[in-house]
Nanobody, 120 residues
Framework: QVQLVESGGGFVQAGGSLRLSCTAS????????MGWFRQTQGKERELVAR????????YYADSVKGRFTISRDNPKNTLYLQMNSLKPEDTAVYYC?????????????WGKGTLVTVSP
């Protein structure tokens, strides 16, 4: 199991920006496909973005495409999510996780997440 700690959430007005970070324990971080997810109350957790182990390939949900950028720093065991042009509908708790390389299903226990609140 990898321990994942998310940070960087906060309160921002619509149109603003935030950068989330996810720090992973262990020395195998560079071998994992990683993803950012988000969840709002009463809804299922949804994949926002994912990145390949070297960062060469990325995927974004349609709802965030063109506004969010996922990146990683493997020597620092850290995953990032740069969020620009934030909208009230981006309000959620954001989580990171390791992903299966075949199904892209989350593989690790969930961390506590970091709350992002976007005001109109």
């Amino acid at each position: 199991q990898v321990q994942l700690v998310e940070s960087g959430g906060g309160f921002v007005q619509a149109g603003g920006s935030l950068r989330l970070s996810c720090t992973a324990s262990g020395r195998a971080f560079s071998t994992y496909v990683m993803g950012w997810f988000r969840q709002t109350q009463g809804k299922e957790r949804e994949l926002v973005a994912r990145i390949s182990w070297r960062g060469a390939s990325t995927y974004y949900a349609d709802s965030v495409k063109g506004r969010f950028t996922i990146s990683r720093d493997n020597p620092k065991n850290t995953l990032y999510l740069q969020m620009n042009s934030l909208k009230p509908e981006d309000t959620a708790v954001y989580y990171c996780n390791t992903l299966s390389t075949t199904t892209f299903a989350p593989m690790n226990s969930w961390g506590k997440g970091t709350l992002v609140t976007v005001s109109p």
